[in-house]
C-alpha cells in the first residue's frame, strides 16, 4: 500500500505553477546571461518608449505654436530674435532660412532664382536632420526587435542540451529529470519574445510618426519658402 506521506510530500514539492524568478535562479549560467541581457534590453526599450512618447508630443505642440506664430508675424527676423531656435524643429527650419536670406541679401540680390534654390536647400536639409534628430534612438527598437528572438532562442538551444547532458550524466530519461531544464529553455525564448515584440511594435509606430513629422514640416518649410518668394520680388 502506497504511503500517504508521499503524496503530502508531493504536493509540497511539486509547484502548483510556474516562478520566473525560481526559474531564473535555477538555470544555466550560459541561460542567466541570456535572460538578464534580455531582461535589461527590454527595460531600456520600455525607457525610450516612454521618452519618446513624451518627446514627441512636446514637439508636435511647440512645433504647432510656433507655425501659427509664423502665419501671423510681419517681421520674421524680429519674431527669431524673440522667440530663438532653440526650443523646436520649425524654429529650426526657419532659422536656416533666414540665415540664408541674410548671408545672400547682405550685399543686394543678384540671382534670385539661386537665392530661391539656397533657401529651398536650406530648409530641406534642416528638415531632414530634424527627421534624423528624432529617429536617432528608434535603431535600438530596431534591433532588439530583430535580434532578441534569436537571441532568446540561443539560450532555449542551450538548456535543452544541457537537459540532454543531465539525461546521459544520470542515465534516466524520465520527465522529471529533463523538465526543469526544457522550462529554463523555453522561458529564455519567452523573455526574447517579450523584449522583441513590444520593440517592433513601437519601432513601426514610431518610424509612421516620425515620416508623418517629417512630411508635415516640410510642407511647412514649402509654404516658408512660399512667403520668402513673394518677399523676394519686391527687393
Partial sequence: MTNPAFFMLSALTVPSRLDPLQLFLDADIVVKAVLA???LASIWTWMIIVSFSLRMGSVRRKSHAFEEEVWQADDFDALMKQRGARDNPSARVVS???SEWRRSTKG???DREGLR??????MSGQVATEADDLANRLNFLATVGSVAPFVGL???VWGIMNSFFQIGS???S???VVAPGISE???ATAIGLFAAIPAVIAYNRFSHAVNAFEARLQRFADKFHAGLSRQLESL
Fill in 170 to 172: 544520470q542515465s534516466n
Fill in 185 to 187: 529553455a523555453l522561458f
Fill in 37 to 39: 541581457g534580455l531582461l
Fill in 96 to 98: 536656416a532660412a533666414m
Fill in 108 to 110: 543686394g540680390v543678384k
Fill in 174 to 176: 524520465s520527465l522529471a
Fill in 154 to 156: 540561443f539560450g532555449t
Fill in 117 to 122: 534654390q539656397r533657401l529651398a536647400g536650406a
